[in-house]
């Protein structure tokens, strides 16, 4: 099974940029995906995007097209997501996990995420 470990979060201030990374253990998952979810104050975690890991598909929420980039490094069993133009209502605990392309249903259980915050 693998492993997951989120890090790169911080304080940002509005307009700025941060870029999360996933990083991956255990065995190997050419055939699964990696997808970057959040969950703000008081909302119920959601979808992010998603990235393929053999092909390096690339997949998002319609509300983050734009200013988030998700990519990953096989070398270095990675996955990052870059943000960029923050904004106070991006400020979340961000989680990765394996997930189903398409449906996005995560498959993993959640680690301890890393919190992003975006002072106004």
């Known amino acids: 099974q693998v492993q997951l470990v989120e890090s790169g979060g911080g304080l940002v201030q509005t307009g700025g940029s941060l870029r999360l990374s996933c990083a991956a253990s255990g065995r190997t998952f050419s055939r699964d995906a990696i997808g970057w979810f959040r969950r703000a104050p008081g909302k119920e975690r959601e979808f992010v995007a998603a990235?393929?890991?053999?092909?390096?598909?690339?997949y998002y929420a319609d509300s983050m097209k734009g200013r988030f980039t998700i990519s990953r490094d096989v070398a270095k069993n990675t996955v990052y997501l870059q943000m960029s133009g923050l904004k106070p209502e991006d400020t979340a605990v961000y989680y990765c996990?394996?997930?189903?392309?398409?449906?996005?249903?995560?498959?993993?259980?959640w680690g301890q995420g890393t919190q992003v915050t975006v002072s106004s």
């Open positions: 996990n394996v997930v189903i392309i398409g449906s996005y249903t995560p498959l993993g259980s």
């Open positions: 990235v393929s890991w053999s092909g390096g598909s690339t």
